[in-house]
């Protein structure tokens, strides 16, 4: 069952553009201040592998000698291009560990993205239960005062106290008080919609209660492509290459290769010059690197199973209070917002026979509001929930 939400009226619409969910998400998302965000574990990761998939930076190096002594004026000149080569395979580990997450900055950069989906569904909704619980209010106020007006009528034939028309006064008050409190409400929300679209969101359209979900078999199939497990497991996969590289302690050789230029008392020549060179690392170093990459590859590993094995407790979880707050708020929906009309005659019926006294009749108004308000808040704590179960799956378009 729907809820119905109250909408402005048709000249209002016409002139109001209507915003659905749908729209709102394409709004927030078209922002460019919403895609920096969203992207920038995506460029960082991606820059980093772009980096490691890159040759060392070559060197080139230029030395002079200048001889002094029995026979001077003699000087060399060395033109040298060197280049490091990685033959431990430490540069492939590591190249291995970022390409891995350049996979988990992508993964982090949708759950970026279903984050903002979330917020702006959350604040879309906020906005349609403000709206409503201000209209059961305005509805509760109107049914009040035509209450009011019958006491007053009765004060004055003098079948009625002053006493008991005050107390239908301050009711009325009361009400009114609830009313600014519930506008107020409505602003704010109205006022975070605007600041995540950046714009005027126009009237907002869109049902309260959702629709039933799929099946938990369906759900768990999906969860392995989330965002968050993707992430886990992309970091879990970089971890152990690092710690790959870390063990590594083949040394790394330098080649070189350039031009030797001479002088002395007036003749010249040219000759070539090869090097090689090799960087040992130090057995503590290598040993302390191993020992750290151990360390945190085991760590990455079992957050990794602690984060699938929290996740699926929680989709779990969601899903059966998405059922059950589904289900409770489709009830109360039916028994309350309904047949509202209804009880409200029955109550003037009863009052208007002596059946029911004053007290009794504000009391029924008041029941009668407080059910309203309690199934529309139902309504909107089933739609929070679904709300958390798509974001924990990454879902964009719901």
């Known amino acids: 069952m729907a809820l119905p939400v109250l909408l402005c009226p048709l000249g209002a619409q016409e002139a109001t553009p209507v915003l659905t969910e749908a729209q709102a998400i394409t709004r927030a998302l078209a922002r460019p201040e919403w895609q920096a965000l969203t992207q920038l574990p995506a460029k960082q990761t991606e820059g980093a592998a ?69 917020q702006v569904r959350e604040a879309l909704y906020e906005v349609l239960v403000a709206r409503e619980r201000l209209a059961r209010l305005e509805g509760s106020i109107s049914r009040v005062g035509r209450f009011q007006e019958r006491v007053d009528r009765l004060h004055q034939a003098g079948e009625m106290s002053g006493l008991d028309r005050g107390r239908v006064r301050r009711e009325v008050e009361l009400l009114r008080g609830r009313e600014v409190v519930e506008r107020s409400r409505l602003l704010q929300a109205e006022a975070r919609l605007q600041s ?32 968050a497990t993707r992430m886990a497991l992309a970091q879990e996969a970089a971890a152990l290459s690092d710690a790959k590289a870390a063990g590594r302690w083949a040394p790394e050789l ?130 929070r929930t679904r709300i958390a179960l798509d974001r924990m799956l990454g879902k964009v378009n719901p």
Do not use: C
Request: no cysteine.
């Open 254 to 383: 330098q080649l070189g290769l350039g031009v030797k230029r001479w002088q002395e008392a007036g003749l010249t020549g040219n000759g070539n010059v090869f090097s090689l060179g090799m960087t040992f690392p130090t057995p503590g170093r290598v040993n302390a690197a191993r020992v750290r990459g151990e360390a945190e590859a085991r760590a990455a590993s079992a957050q990794a199973r602690l984060q699938r094995e929290q996740d699926g407790a929680e989709l779990r979880a969601l899903w059966q209070a998405s059922v059950d707050l589904r289900a409770s708020a489709g009830r109360m929906a039916k028994e309350a917002l309904a047949d509202s009309g209804r009880v409200d005659a029955a109550l003037d019926a009863a009052f208007a026979a002596g059946e029911l006294d004053l007290l009794g009749r504000l009391d029924g108004a008041r029941s009668l509001l407080e059910a309203e308000l309690a199934a529309l808040d139902q309504a909107h704590a089933a739609r």
């Open 50 to 118: 772009l980096e490691a998939r890159s040759w060392l930076s070559p060197g080139v190096e230029w030395t002079r000698e200048q001889f002094n002594g029995i026979q001077p004026g003699k000087r060399e000149d060395t033109f040298l291009l060197s280049q490091s080569f990685d033959i431990s395979g430490r540069r492939l580990a590591r190249r291995d560990a970022a390409l891995k997450r350049e996979e988990g900055g992508k993964a982090e950069s949708e759950q970026r993205v279903a984050g903002v989906v979330a």
């Open 196 to 227: 995540l679209l950046g714009g005027t969101p126009g009237t907002v359209q869109g049902d309260l209660l959702p629709e039933p979900p799929a099946t938990l078999d369906a759900y768990v199939a999906e969860q392995p492509g989330a965002p």
